[in-house]
């Protein structure tokens, strides 16, 4: 069975400090795709990056970055110099890579960017 | 607009009653997804479809739940005799195919059984 497990329920920090989401996963499956989502207030969850398993580059958009490791089952996700505009639910999420599951969601982390 | 759209955005009804919520996924995507999500909780996986068959439904609670998809396009969740654990807000996503993992959400159906 997949499982994710987001650890941090809330999280605040002051603006332009660097904050660290982290998001530990178990799978079974050799291959298999991770993704980081945002819910803001307005309840819509968006899309931020899919990864896949062989893949275990970081990787960085902006102020966003992903550490992938895949030899402790992590994902973490840091936003570098935070804004107030981040403040959100983060769920991190897993499906395998057959077509024939829909993702599994964390229970996602609460992230509060104080001014 | 050409986001995903559920209608109603919020719904309050009594123990017992019948609940239709819709989703108006994004043209041309294939899949569409039905979430439940409680208060503090992730969304939790509840049916898919592929076109118009359900995939995988798996992930309803029980009978009293049902969904359709009749021409591939807009899809209706159905709750019966609905109690009170099941208010939650109901989350649609929709997707150009099967498992690219980036789906598309609309904003959610907030549902209140008191």
């Known amino acids: 069975a997949q499982k994710v497990t987001q650890a941090q329920t809330e999280i605040s920090v002051v603006e332009k400090e660097d904050v660290t989401l982290d998001c530990v996963y178990e799978?079974?499956?050799?291959?298999?795709?991770l993704f980081w989502y945002k819910q803001p207030p307005s309840g819509e969850l968006v899309f931020l990056i899919r990864?896949?398993?062989?893949?275990?580059q970081n990787e960085i958009s902006g102020r966003y970055s992903w550490n992938f490791q895949k030899s402790t089952s992590s994902f973490n996700f840091t936003i570098t110099a935070s804004q107030v505009v981040d403040s959100a639910v983060y769920f991190c999420?897993?499906?395998?890579?057959?077509?024939?599951?829909?993702?599994?969601f964390g229970k996602g982390t609460r992230l509060s960017v104080i001014a | 607009g050409a986001g995903v759209s559920q209608t109603p955005s919020n719904k309050v009804t009594e123990k017992g009653k019948y609940v239709e919520l819709r989703c108006d996924p994004i043209?041309?995507?294939?899949?569409l997804y039905w979430y439940r999500q409680s208060l503090g909780q992730g969304p939790e996986f509840l049916i898919y479809?592929?076109?118009?068959?359900?995939?995988?439904d798996s992930g309803l609670p029980n009978d009293r739940f049902f969904a359709v998809r009749p021409e591939g396009s807009v899809s209706t969740l159905k709750i019966q005799r609905t109690e009170r654990g099941d208010s939650a807000v109901y989350l649609c996503?929709?997707?150009?195919?099967?498992?690219?993992?980036?789906?598309?959400f609309g904003e959610g159906s907030r549902l209140t059984v008191l």
């Open positions: 990864r896949n398993s062989f893949d275990e």
């Open positions: 479809f592929q076109g118009t068959g359900a995939a995988d």
């Open positions: 996503a929709s997707s150009p195919s099967l498992n690219t993992g980036e789906l598309f």
């Open positions: 043209s041309g995507h294939t899949a």
């Open positions: 799978t079974r499956d050799t291959t298999y795709y």
């Open positions: 999420a897993l499906s395998d890579d057959s077509g024939n599951t829909p993702l599994v």
